[in-house]
């Protein structure tokens, strides 16, 4: 019963650490999306999350370590939610919709960190750069050859597997990059899921009609 309880107390304790560090990494994509790196203070960091400055500092010793963490979340919530489906009998416009969406709901429930990672990528990825060849460029490589294989195979006109990423990137993260552009022209406080949803619609069917794929 004590070896339970001790594993039950160490449980209950990486779930309270894990929370404290989302909430901090959460508060530090705000204000490094605000003030960009160099106008940010821990102390900043500590209000938003609503934390002291020390415990901030007990998790992340230093701004660098903690806009590091930031960029890296980022990346891996990307490698998380947007690589293809490698399922043979998934077919090649579910797949690219699936991913066209994925995409869509970080750049909705992440726009702080995706203009965070986009002000790092604009300055040259000074932090991010060996972090995105070890763990973005295998990701994208193994997508490209799937598509790769669907032009073989005759499933979608052949097109540059890279630009095509590239272009979507480019779509779906301009609704948290520039969302501000987007409300200003839509005459809106803010974007809604209905927004959103729209955003996903029209760009599956852009993208699948370009591909030769009845959507």
């Known amino acids: 019963t004590g070896h339970k309880n001790n594993m039950t107390k160490a449980t209950k304790t990486q779930a309270n650490r894990a929370k404290t560090e989302a909430n901090i990494l959460r508060a530090a994509e705000a204000v490094f999306a605000q003030k960009g790196f160099a106008g940010t203070a821990m102390d900043a960091v500590a209000k938003q999350a609503g934390l002291s400055k020390q415990l901030?500092?007990?998790?992340f010793p230093g701004k660098e370590k903690l806009y590091q963490a930031v960029l890296e979340n980022m990346i891996d919530l990307w490698l998380e939610k947007m690589q293809f489906n490698d399922d043979p009998s998934a077919s090649p416009a579910d797949i690219i919709s699936d991913y066209i969406r994925?995409?869509?709901?970080?750049?909705?429930?992440?726009?702080?960190?995706?203009?965070?990672?986009?002000?790092?990528?604009?300055?040259?990825?000074?932090?991010?750069?060996?972090?995105?060849?070890?763990?973005?460029?295998p990701a994208f490589e193994r997508d490209i050859t799937i598509i790769e294989r669907w032009i073989a195979a005759g499933l979608i006109k052949p097109i540059d597997p890279k630009h095509l990423f590239f272009t979507i990137w480019a779509a779906t993260q301009t609704y948290a990059d520039f969302s501000t552009q987007i409300q200003l022209l839509l005459d809106k406080p803010s974007l809604t899921q209905e927004d959103f949803d729209d955003a996903t619609q029209f760009l599956c069917q852009f993208v699948l009609s370009a591909l030769g794929i009845k959507p």
Not at 56 to 59: H, K, N, Q, S
Not at 115 to 121: D, R
Not at 125 to 135: G, R
């Open 56 to 59: 901030i500092i007990y998790y």
């Open 102 to 137: 994925q995409k869509i709901e970080l750049s909705r429930d992440y726009p702080n960190g995706s203009k965070v990672f986009a002000h790092e990528i604009i300055n040259g990825a000074p932090v991010l750069k060996t972090y995105l060849i070890e763990n973005l460029r």
